[in-house]
């Protein structure tokens, strides 16, 4: 037999196993949810936060103070500079775009422009880009390097096209490359609103959406500079807005969501939230602080997280070496934090990868969606979510996946 006879052999085989593999999003795992099975009953009836805040009952539209003390460990900022909400950073995000349409964020209403545009980062995060979507906004597509955003195309947006109004950033373990942004790119997106100067009513803006701000496996943890101290640097901290949340430290539909940025843009936030909410839900803010109890405890708590992702992502990168090393048909990222791994297949062959480990029992994140529109132009990008599957589960899916590979790569080159 030669390799496609062989490869074809092989794929009937795995078909026939009857197999229901799952890496298709990002979410926790069950024993990563385990760890946090205590904030149920943390707080003992005892309700009054460190302000003497009540929090059962109306107000705090900002949050308690010593849950703005965890929001602002993962933003680098002051507690003053954060505001707690609910549980969900990517409705927090909603919000900030839909404000800087409709009324503007210490600036302009963009929607005053005749054009608007926003600057994707890819591969990158879909809800993201069907967030803009939805909002009627044009998406622009930019190369991510290892070292973040191709800062050369992106500043060339910013200062020929007045239609670019924002840039999305995962700055840190990026969805799904797990890149970290370098020292350069973070002063060079700090600085990017200054671009605008000449051009007070087209303001740019960087959506900085820090959701693995502390998700590190791998010792020693990756730093990120913090784009708060350099904004301030060049003047542009009133265009910065910062998100996190402990979405994917605590219960993913039951954490903390924080978004945080200069005086201008909470007063913004402020007039924005008050005729839609009283208060968030401070009795959960209380909750998670007490169950942490700062932020040492938060890394501690994020270490045993660790311990049960490492393994893991070291069988995707074994899985992955084992039946694709060496052979020129596909590359991927080695990332020591978050929860992606980002494979490139040979163009044109992703959505056939996808549909063949499809039909043998492997169910993958659609071909494009790491993309705007869904359309990955070239056809190549895979994305890689092992956390919720066990980790037999994973050893097993890469074998279908290094399969199915090699398989659509053979088909191509044999016509």
């Known amino acids: 037999m030669n390799e496609l006879e062989l490869l074809e052999k092989s794929y009937r ?25 205590e904030l149920d ?14 929090v059962r009952n109306y107000g705090g539209l900002r949050g308690i103070p010593e849950i703005r003390e965890i929001g602002g460990h993962l933003l680098g900022l002051s507690p003053d500079s954060v505001i707690a909400a609910g549980n969900s ?28 545009s926003a600057i994707c980062p890819v591969p990158g995060y879909d809800r993201h880009f069907t967030l803009t979507e939805r909002l ?3 998406m622009i597509n930019v190369q991510l390097t290892d070292a973040g955003p191709h800062m050369d195309k992106v500043e060339e947006l910013v200062r020929n096209d007045l239609s670019t109004s924002f840039i999305w950033c995962v700055p840190k373990h990026s969805n799904p490359t797990g890149c970290t942004y370098s020292s350069d790119t973070v002063d060079r997106l700090a600085a990017l609103p200054t671009l605008r100067n000449g051009n007070p009513e087209s303001p740019f803006y960087v959506l900085w959406d820090n959701a693995y701000a502390i998700h590190d496996f791998l010792s020693p943890n990756l730093e990120l500079d913090c784009i708060d101290q350099r904004a301030r640097e060049h003047g542009t901290q009133d265009r910065i807005v910062q998100f996190a949340s402990t979405s994917k430290i605590t219960f993913a539909g039951g ?34 602080a007490r169950f942490f109890g700062g932020s040492e405890g938060l ?4 270490a045993r997280h660790a311990q049960i992702l490492r393994p893991k992502f070291e069988a995707v990168q074994t899985g992955l070496a084992e039946t694709l090393g060496n052979r020129g048909i596909a590359t991927w990222t080695q990332p020591t934090g978050g929860y992606f791994v980002s494979l490139d297949v040979k163009p044109g062959l992703a959505s056939t990868v996808v549909q063949l480990a499809k039909d043998a029992g492997l169910s993958l994140t659609p071909a494009g969606a790491t993309f705007p529109y869904g359309n990955d132009p070239d056809d190549r990008n895979i994305r890689i979510a092992p956390t919720f599957a066990s980790l037999p589960e994973v050893e097993s899916a890469m074998d279908v996946l290094g399969t199915c590979v090699r398989l659509a790569a053979a088909r191509q080159e044999n016509g």
């Open 13 to 37: 085989e795995l078909c026939s196993q009857g197999l229901s593999l799952n890496l298709t999003r990002g979410k926790p795992g069950s024993e990563q949810l385990d760890l946090c099975d």
């Open 41 to 54: 009953g943390v707080l003992e009836g005892d309700f009054q936060a460190i302000d003497g805040t009540d």
């Open 89 to 116: 950073s990517l409705q927090l995000m909603y919000f900030t775009v839909d404000q800087l349409v409709d009324r503007g964020i210490a600036g302009p209403p963009l929607g005053e422009k005749s054009a608007i």
């Open 136 to 138: 009627g906004i044009d």
């Open 255 to 288: 954490g903390v969501a924080f978004v945080g940025g200069s005086d201008a843009v909470l007063d913004s936030f402020d007039d924005y939230l008050f005729p839609m909410i009283v208060g968030f839900d401070k009795v959960n803010q209380l909750r998670h």
């Open 299 to 302: 890394l501690e708590h994020m």
